[in-house]
């Protein structure tokens, strides 16, 4: 059974690294667009934040590796994670990027925008797996 939440949900020592990152990308130029870092930030101050004991395993967060889905058609798997560890090859998606900001404290069953080309596209959280 998959549960909705209200709003996203972030583990708290993920929430003051971000809110670091946040902070420091007026300084560091790291190639993602400052829209990006200003809706993270958004999610980030609409988030309820839990301790990592009380966090709910279905719950997008970095190291997280997620399936999306498009009109439930082809799915797309990528791990989310911070901006400087982002290589094509292993399928990350930063944490400051378009789809994975739109995916970050969310959960599966849940629906996401993500700009495109001027567009909103719609996607699908299909799956969720956390590391061990």
Do not use: W
């Not at 911070?82 to 930063?94: F, G, Q, W, Y």
């Amino acid at each position: 059974m998959t549960t909705t939440y209200q709003e996203p949900i972030v583990e708290k020592r993920e929430y003051v690294l971000l809110k670091r990152l946040i902070s420091l990308s007026n300084f560091h130029f790291d190639g993602s667009p400052p829209e990006e870092v200003n809706k993270l930030s958004e999610l980030l101050k609409n988030a309820k934040v839990l301790d990592e004991e009380d966090m709910p395993k279905d719950i997008i967060r970095l190291q997280t590796t997620v399936t999306v889905s498009q009109f439930e058609s082809q799915e797309i798997r990528f791990q989310i994670v911070l901006p400087d560890a982002v290589t094509l090859k292993e399928k990350h998606k930063s944490v400051l990027s378009a789809l994975g900001v739109a995916c970050f404290g969310h959960s599966p069953g849940q629906q996401i925008h993500v700009p495109c080309d001027g567009f909103l596209e719609q996607y699908s959280i299909v799956k969720v797996h956390q590391p061990n």
